[in-house]
């Protein structure tokens, strides 16, 4: 076991550099399994939820090479299995997406249902309907999704998104890529990762056209060949290190993102009195003032991310005043709030609003990261409380960040991994 120990208090400084979209590497990764060749894919981030889904692809046969820390080879021509281990698809969300590459590959898949952060209710039924529009046979049995094409290929369809989900439009593009016919996905969502796979499978020989926008259509393609392609940069990474120069204040160069696809986050810190310069693939973050209150709403893309929410909550603890965040994705997004307390944090929570009533300083304490975001939200606010926090659990934010503590050590945070059971073995040493 493993925590990380923070002494806060200290300004940031320097530049750090970002790596590739998480949500972005957990779909084009298990799309390498629809190309007859080998797929190239760079910028990967070295993020435990890539490595899982790296040895999911092995265990079903494909080849999986390491070219070097941020590349991969995968050849799928040797393929064979269509069922997923449980053990292993059970451990992160994105394992749905091997649904989709396996059916659009074989005509069938067995797959055992996601797992991943508790943020609440998270059902796949988009997902499946989207799947049974296309002429496959659906099932959930002993826990697996079982999926079945009767003829051995999807057929093309018009499927309508009852919401816009991010996975189940990733989905649908994922099993329509070689069906017969075209697809239209309507009320599509729109945000970075979905035009980054499309760019990878038009990469690989898909036609598919409209990602980004809410209308996308796939023209099904006999086959896809194998190319070289690189991930987008992260952008709740680069929004993490954003909210973090705002939290403990600082000057801070944020190198390799795509500023368009911040906009959403660095227009509330302006709002909070936070400068934000922008190049052409790096921000500029300073805060030297006190922190302004704001009110947040988080909505699909390109509206502000329910993925920094927990990230922005971590400022707004310090902000004057008193901001108002309504939550309008997920129910379970405020599980940090009884961490934030224990720092001395005020905020009321109900049901899908929070009210934050901003505080002069914050006090380090003892804390329990409970996902992935909120647990990097705790490493915010350890960053910006007065003396030491420690944040048990962290193998949720290791699932997301890559480098963490590095990064953070090379703009100035006074952070440590630190193994717990060393610890243990010191004081008993001490103790006898």
Not at 24 to 33: D, E, G, K, N
Not at 231 to 243: F, H, M, V
Request: one cysteine or more.
């Amino acid at each position: 076991m493993q925590k990380y120990v923070i002494q806060g208090g200290k300004p940031l400084t320097g530049s750090v550099t970002i790596s590739g979209a998480k949500n972005a590497a957990v779909a084009i990764i298990p799309a390498a399994l629809l190309a007859d060749g080998v797929c190239r894919i760079e910028n990967v981030p070295q993020i435990s939820d890539v490595t899982l889904i790296l040895r999911i692809l092995q265990e079903l046969g494909a080849r999986v090479k390491l070219v070097n820390r941020h590349t991969v080879e995968i050849d799928s021509r040797h393929i064979l299995s269509f069922c997923v281990p449980d053990e292993l698809s059970r451990k992160m969300r994105a394992s749905y997406y091997l649904i989709g590459a396996l059916l659009g590959r074989f005509g069938r898949a067995v797959v055992s249902m996601p797992g991943g952060c508790d943020l609440g209710t998270r059902p796949i039924d988009l997902h499946l309907k989207s799947f049974q529009a296309l002429g496959a046979k659906v099932s959930v049995e002993g826990g697996y999704v079982h999926a079945t094409a009767p003829e051995g290929r999807l057929h093309g369809a018009g499927i309508y998104m009852d919401q816009a989900s991010v996975g189940a439009t990733m989905n649908a593009m994922l099993a329509a890529v070689r069906a017969h016919g075209t697809t239209t996905i309507e009320n599509a969502a729109k945000e970075p990762h979905i035009v980054d796979l499309a760019n990878f499978l038009n990469t690989m020989g898909a036609d598919i056209a409209g990602a980004g926008t809410d209308v996308i259509r796939v023209r099904g393609v006999r086959a896809l060949h194998g190319g070289t392609y690189s991930i987008i940069p992260d952008q709740i990474e680069a929004g993490t290190y954003l909210a973090a120069v705002a939290a403990a204040g600082g000057d801070v160069f944020i190198r390799n993102v795509i500023p368009k696809h911040l906009d959403c986050i660095t227009a509330k810190l302006e709002e909070m009195g936070v400068q934000v310069e922008e190049y052409g693939d790096a921000v500029r973050v300073i805060r030297r003032g006190p922190l302004r209150r704001t009110n947040i709403k988080t909505m699909p893309y390109p509206g502000f991310p329910t993925d920094m929410q927990p990230q922005i909550a971590a400022c707004l603890c310090l902000a004057n005043g008193t901001s108002v965040i309504n939550e309008g994705i997920w129910e379970n997004r405020y599980r940090y709030v009884a961490e934030f307390r224990r720092l001395g944090a005020h905020i009321q929570v109900d049901g899908k609003i929070a009210v934050i009533e901003g505080v002069d300083r914050l006090t380090g304490a003892p804390l329990r990261a409970c996902d992935l975001r909120a647990g990097a939200a705790m490493v915010i606010a350890g960053l910006a409380a007065e003396g030491m926090t420690e944040i048990s659990c962290i193998h949720y934010i290791e699932r997301g960040y890559e480098n963490l503590v590095e990064k953070l050590q090379g703009i100035g945070a006074d952070i440590r991994l630190v193994d717990t059971q060393d610890e243990d073995s010191q004081r008993a040493g001490q103790a006898g």
